[in-house]
């Protein structure tokens, strides 16, 4: 199973790409069990085979077919595994709006967040896994300064979800029907 994530989709009334569209879209593209889940750019899908270009394959054909601008960044369920086991704010758990899984693109991007990680972020907290940014944000995450900080290093190469849309896309990956939205 793989997760496309896609990047500033459905926020206000910019970018609008429909659900069943996307669905369609990697259907299309011969992926199989294809899952959205809340209307945010979330895919949950099979492929037959390994598929390194299965995010600019999708990121293309949305361009194409839908008309929309905006970046895929595609990891495989083992991946998503490993960047729930890697958390390191566990405690921060029990409020999973305020704390944020940024999913870092390439391997590159992680030596550059790393280098955010020693500064001092006060009350909010910022780690970084093989495959993920993990920032609490107390105060929400809009003004969160860590976020701010790997969106001005980064730019759009990355996309965050909050732990429980984590959380969802896990049992979607393993083939919970009742998290789909």
């Known amino acids: 199973m793989h997760v496309a994530l896609l990047r500033g989709i459905n926020v206000g009334k910019a970018k609008r790409v429909s ?7 990697c259907k299309d593209l011969g992926y199989g069990d294809v899952k959205t889940l809340l209307n945010s750019g979330n895919v949950v899908f099979s492929a037959p085979r ?15 077919q839908i008309g929309v601008s905006c970046r895929v960044v595609v990891i495989t369920a083992a991946e998503l595994e490993e960047i729930i086991a890697e958390n390191p704010f566990v405690e921060h758990n029990t409020n999973p709006s305020l704390f944020q899984v940024t999913v870092l693109a390439n391997k590159a991007d992680r030596a550059r967040v790393e280098s955010l990680v020693k500064q001092d972020w006060g009350a909010e907290r910022l ?8 920032v609490w944000c107390p105060n929400g995450s809009i003004e969160c300064k860590p976020m701010i900080a790997i969106a001005k290093l980064l730019g759009d190469a990355v996309t965050s979800r909050n ?3 984590i959380m969802k896309l896990r049992a979607l990956t393993r083939g919970s029907e009742s998290e789909r939205a």
């Open 19 to 25: 659900m069943a569209d996307l669905c369609a879209l």
């Open 50 to 64: 390994a598929d390194a270009k299965a995010a600019a394959r999708i990121q293309k054909e949305i361009a194409s």
């Open 127 to 134: 780690g970084v896994g093989r495959h993920a940014a993990y």
């Open 163 to 165: 732990w429980a849309t």
